[in-house]
């Protein structure tokens, strides 16, 4: 069974820098390019970084990049996010996901993270 | 960047009824447009890919079609479990995706 679990959100000062990660099982994290796609409360879903299998090329929106790193360790199947520079509209609940071709094919639980002073 | 709009906002429907939601895109995106529903407090799940393409596991009543700029949504006999929002995702201009504002769906 796939899973994917997010952690290490929380409550941030704005200006300040937090690091998401997700630990992936029941499939082989190295085969599959991966992805964070978070959501603002109540509203709707905004891709944040996808990486390449080896970790070797990242995407971003113009919205985190230069402030947002995307990184993987496929020995321990885990995906990070290494968020700095924070704003208060990076209060979100961030999924990490994997990719499947094009498309999001699981995705986990998410985690709530808060920019707030 | 692709601006996906999907209507109507919010849908309340009669359980037994199909109903269906659109997806609009700003360009033509040909098949390259995917739909997700999210459960309160749940994370997405996938239900369409390219367009129309069915996904093991989830139920028939769900099916759509499209090509280009116009896609639909259709869900045949609404269930009370089908309580949810719906999200249409564009991968034309990947990695640069981009999802639609979504479409929640209400059992009156």
């Known amino acids: 069974e796939v899973q994917l679990v997010e952690s290490g959100g929380g409550l941030v000062q704005p200006g300040r820098s937090l690091k998401l990660s997700c630990a992936a099982s029941?499939?082989?994290?190295?085969?599959?390019?991966m992805a964070w796609v978070r959501q603002a409360p109540k509203k709707g879903l905004e891709w944040v970084a996808t990486i390449s299998t080896s970790g070797s090329r990242t995407y971003y929106p113009d919205s985190v990049k230069g402030r947002f790193t995307i990184s993987r360790d496929n020995a321990k199947s885990s995906l990070y996010l290494q968020m700095n520079s924070l704003k208060s509209e990076d209060t979100a609940t961030y999924y990490c996901a994997r990719h499947e071709q094009l498309y999001l094919d699981y995705w986990g639980q998410g985690v709530m993270v808060t920019v707030s002073s | 960047d692709i601006v996906l709009t999907q209507s109507p906002t919010t849908l309340s429907v009669t359980p037994g009824e199909t109903v269906s939601l659109s997806c609009r895109a700003s360009h033509s995106i040909g098949t390259n447009l995917h739909w997700y529903q999210q459960k309160t407090n749940e994370s997405p799940r996938l239900l369409i890919k390219y367009a129309s393409q069915s996904i093991s596991g989830i139920p028939s009543r769900f099916s759509a079609s499209g090509s280009g700029t116009d896609f639909t949504l259709n869900i045949n006999n609404v269930e009370f479990d089908d309580v949810s929002s719906y999200f249409c995702?564009?991968?034309?201009?990947?990695?640069?995706?981009?999802f639609g504002a979504g479409t929640k769906l209400e059992l009156k």
């Open positions: 029941g499939f082989t994290f190295s085969n599959y390019y």
């Open positions: 995702q564009q991968t034309q201009s990947w990695p640069r995706n981009t």
